[in-house]
């Protein structure tokens, strides 16, 4: 293996000369032997391709790039391909013989990567008897390790957690049996399970951007581009009120300039103190009168979540460049009601070096759980939306009928680019719950 430029791997090959037959195969004979004593690489894993995400090409990428290296490294695999939305997830869920397995491979997008990851957790908290619509449950981290081959439109989890979207570096760090703990948020509505995110989940503009570009998948992740200036030119507001409790006991802000890296010492002294946090939150859990807990009411143009950067190809920094991606902790940026020059100043800098909270209308808090209540309740169920709201669809509460409609008064969240379906949420951070075959984003 070698390094090449910006955090992306290459086979290399050695080549020893010997000069007789006997010591050459004494010499093959200890490096098996070595390399079998290496216990962390996986010999053993589960494949997953979305043969329809980004460029449709996750299943030649696969062939043609990864498993032929896997094949030089001795792993075998057992490969799905999978024939529709959510095969994946609950094949994992309820069929896959896991004991089989060192490791499961998602080759796909974000929203592969989120069939994974809701397949596995669902399988390991049943497994131990663990209630998901509990928000306070304790969940059983996974044992298994998931993979992530980049075939998706953003690919963020890839990025974010390897610095590339390059399929032969993950398959690189899947072979020498790389391990990063990942934090996952866990999502709930009135006390009942609805996702888990690891990367955005993102109210307002973010939101209604990835609602926009559901409509044009078969652009492909162009369609980003394109729903991106669409809500960027709808500007758009929304009322609500957001509650959230404050990692007062986290070692870094979201403005220190202390990114999340191989070996990252915040994430680290969170793993090393990890019982001891375990009761402060049980001491802070939300005792209903809201000690510790901080409350603001407002108008809202984005409400972004970051349980890691969120670095892309788009955004080399991301969302949140000090996010951390296994410190307990999300990143919770408001945005506040501003004008469109403004808006469009603070997006620009995530694409420069400017720091895009240092802006009036732009707040950022490290959390460890937060809740969402948009200002009308949601008395309008999804069911019944259709293009024009009924009278009875209305709350009593709302101002003008006639601008009452779903769309301007709710936007929805994107949970990792999935549409959650309530804008009321009570969030989590579930701390290190998963580990992904990467090791961080390399110093360079
Ligand atoms: C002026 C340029 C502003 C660029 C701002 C870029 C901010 C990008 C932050 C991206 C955070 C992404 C977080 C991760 C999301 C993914 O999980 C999720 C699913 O991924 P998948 O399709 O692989 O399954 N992807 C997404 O939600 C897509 C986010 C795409 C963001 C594109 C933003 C484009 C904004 C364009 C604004 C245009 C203003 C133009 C004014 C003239
Ligand atoms: N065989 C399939 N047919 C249709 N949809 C699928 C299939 N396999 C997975 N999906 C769904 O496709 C969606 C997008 O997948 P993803 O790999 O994230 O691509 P992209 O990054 O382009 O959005 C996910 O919501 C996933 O559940
Ligand atoms: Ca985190």
């Known amino acids: 293996m070698m390094r090449t430029r910006q955090h992306q791997w290459r086979c290399s090959d050695v080549t020893f000369h010997c000069p007789n037959q006997g010591l050459c195969e004494q010499w093959i004979t200890v490096i ?5 004593l290496l216990t962390n690489r996986p010999k053993s894993l589960l494949v997953y391709i979305n043969p329809y995400g980004g460029k449709q090409r996750g299943k030649r990428i696969y062939e043609q790039k990864v498993a032929p290296l896997f094949h030089r490294a001795c792993i075998s695999a057992d490969v799905i391909v999978t024939e529709h939305a959510n095969h994946a997830r609950d094949h994992l869920k309820t069929e896959a013989s896991l004991e089989k397995y060192d490791g499961v491979v998602c080759v796909g997008g974000d929203g592969m990567f989120s069939e994974i990851l809701h397949g596995l957790v669902t399988r390991v908290q049943t497994d131990h008897g663990v209630d ?14 998931i993979g992530i081959i980049p075939a998706g439109s953003t690919d963020c989890i890839c990025f974010a957690t390897v610095g590339v979207n390059d399929p032969v570096t ?11 703990p990942v934090d996952v ?30 409509r044009k998948r078969w652009l492909g992740p162009a369609r980003y581009d394109l729903s991106g200036l669409k809500t960027f030119l709808s500007h758009n507001y929304y009322e609500g009120t957001i509650s959230f409790l404050p990692a007062e006991d986290a070692v870094g802000s979201p ?29 802070e859990k939300p005792d209903k009168d809201g000690s510790g807990w901080n409350v603001m009411r407002g108008k809202f143009i984005a409400i972004n979540a970051a349980n890691m950067s969120c670095a892309c190809p788009r955004s080399p920094k991301g969302l949140s460049p000090s996010a951390h991606l296994a410190d307990g902790t999300l990143d919770l940026i408001l945005v506040r009601k501003c004008s469109r020059l403004d808006f469009f100043r603070h997006l620009l800098r995530h694409i420069n070096t400017d720091d895009q909270f240092d802006h009036s209308f732009v707040e950022v808090h490290r959390v460890r759980m937060f809740h969402f209540q948009p200002l009308y ?3 309008i169920s999804l069911d ?3 293009e024009t709201p009924k009278k009875t669809g209305c709350s009593p509460m709302c101002p003008a009928p006639t601008a009452c409609s779903y769309n301007t008064i709710y936007s929805s969240w994107t949970c990792d680019g999935e ?3 309530h804008a009321a949420i009570q969030v989590s951070v579930q701390c290190q719950l998963i580990r992904l075959f990467a090791r961080g984003i390399e110093e360079q």
Not at 170 to 180: F, R, V, W, Y
Not at 203 to 214: N, V
């Open 32 to 36: 098996n032997e070595q390399l079998s």
């Open 384 to 386: 019944d939306l259709n």
């Open 255 to 283: 403005r220190d300039k202390l990114q999340c890296r191989s070996g990252c010492h915040v994430c680290q002294h969170k793993l090393s103190s990890k019982d001891k946090q375990w009761d402060i939150s049980e001491r």
């Open 419 to 421: 549409i959650l379906p």
């Open 170 to 180: 993950s398959a690189l760090h899947i072979i020498i049996g790389d391990s990063q």
């Open 185 to 214: 948020c866990s999502v709930h509505h009135k006390d009942i399970f609805l996702r888990y995110s690891v990367s955005l989940l993102g109210y307002g503009f973010y939101g209604d951007l990835l609602t926009d570009s559901e």
């Open 132 to 145: 998901q619509n509990q928000p306070d449950a304790e969940l059983v981290p996974c044992s298994l390790r």
């Open 377 to 379: 309740q949601e008395s």
